[in-house]
């Protein structure tokens, strides 16, 4: 689609609402998929959404490259099919399958902005802007968390949607320094016109080992000292699916949003009521689902598979994420040496030959199969296992979950990180975490609510060897925007 042909045939105007009324007409969603690059695409939003997710958001998408390049348009987005030869494929948005969906843009100019979301509103419920990437490359192009210096460039970047476009703007932003610091941050996006305020709980420079755990208190602060109306979106610390409730409960937020979990366990958000099965899928269930959907999505329902030219599987982004997906699903398969051969057919397979993908599903039903004969499950084993849950919130263990079924990765802190020689401290960071210490030891920084997410981090030993197992086996993708 050129931006002149979009231009030609817009779609009838919708009203356009604002703040919780807008979140209220897409049905006030409290579960929701996070937006990740190349993670967060068609394929991966409809499994999500099976297993109880209320909404989603796009990956993010450079808004002048989106607005500019249509290659780039054409690789991020699948509009709506113009003729019946393609109506049995699912596209982004569609109206059945994908909705509530948010597309985010990251952006520093207002004018690309506006050009790539008046392309993207047509498929979309809201725009969202990325205002929380902390990456190299975020650095390099000045935008996500590089912007959070120039307040004026973002209420610009976020009131010139929320003038110009027929659908609300919402933003994601990381928390500052300091509770008094992140509000005024926050209070500025809303004035701006941000219709939801998605907050991840960690500052710019928790990153890759550095990650730690999201701060729920800045949440809770957020909620407290802002307007009783405004939509909040939770985001960080989330393993299991009591967490969802645990997060609503601590921080006071309208919905949870949740990305890397998401990723390990897609059932992340079935409800705490749900059995152990429902809660801890069988991998290769959830593995064959989850190839059937990305067939569907790719060939259309019903059509046969057919091998791509491997430049072609670049515009099909349900296809060219499917390996990253799948050495994330099976992570803890991976863990166990007997299975490696399965690893090996994951590494050699290519999107564009779909059927080695199946190979490789087959494979994975017959590992577990044997091994389910061998130790067959009991409820008594899951009731075990589930009484280990303990507490709620990030204060719940690492649960001993079988290796055939989904789970979260649970990563190391940054103490680890350093225990590990993984991360080295530069002079500031010693400096940082010498002022950290301080102040979370200071009683007079006490609140008097000791909310889950800063219980643990007081006591980062709470979490254990079976991090150090699990990341031993970690995806050397991990990235946490
Ligand atoms: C693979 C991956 C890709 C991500 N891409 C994006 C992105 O495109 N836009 C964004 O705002 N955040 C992105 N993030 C950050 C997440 O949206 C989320 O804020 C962060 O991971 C913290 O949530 P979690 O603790 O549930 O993982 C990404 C995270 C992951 C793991």
Known sequence: MTMTAAAAAPPPKRQKLHGRAFYESIGSPKRIVAPMVDASELAWRILSRKYNADAAYSPMFHARLFA????????????????????????????????????????????????????????????????????????KGHYGAFLQEQPDLIYKLINTLHKELDVPV????????????????????????????????????????????????YIRYLRKNLPADTVIFANGNILYNTDVEACLDATGADGVMCAETNLYNPAVFVPVTASFEERFPRVDVMCRQYLQIVQDVTFGVGNPITELPKEQVREHPSLSSIKS????????????????????????AHGSKFEELLKMAIELERVVEEQLKLTPETPEQWEEIMKEAGGSGADAKVLPIPWWRCQPYVRPTPQQAYENGAMQKSKKQLKDSKRELDTEFNPSSNTGEELPAKRQKLNPST???????????????????
């Not at 909705?99 to 050009?115: G, S, Y």
């Not at 254990?464 to 925007?481: G, Y």
Request: hydrophobic fraction near 35%; charged fraction near 25%; charge should be neutral.
């Open 463 to 481: 979490e254990n060897t079976k991090q150090v197992d699990q990341v031993a086996n970690a995806d050397p993708n991990l990235q946490s925007n």
């Open 170 to 217: 919402t933003a994601k932003i990381r928390i500052l320094d300091t509770e008094e610091k992140t509000l005024a941050y926050a209070k500025m996006v809303l004035d701006a016109g941000a219709s939801i305020l998605t907050v991840h709980g960690r500052r710019r420079e928790q990153k890759s080992h550095n990650t730690g755990l999201a701060d729920w208190t």
């Open 68 to 139: 500019e390049t249509e290659p780039y348009r054409r690789q991020s987005l699948r509009s709506a099919p113009t003729s019946d030869v393609e109506s049995s494929q699912a596209y982004d948005g569609e109206h059945k399958s994908d909705r509530p969906f948010l597309i985010q843009f990251c952006a520093n100019d207002p004018q690309h902005l506006l050009a790539a979301a008046k392309i993207a509103q047509h498929h979309c419920d809201a725009v969202d802007l990325n205002l929380g990437c902390p990456q190299g490359i975020a650095k």
């Open 325 to 348: 997906h799948l050495f994330r699903l099976l992570h803890a398969v991976f863990t166990k040496k007997e299975n490696h051969f399965i690893r090996n057919m994951l590494a050699k």
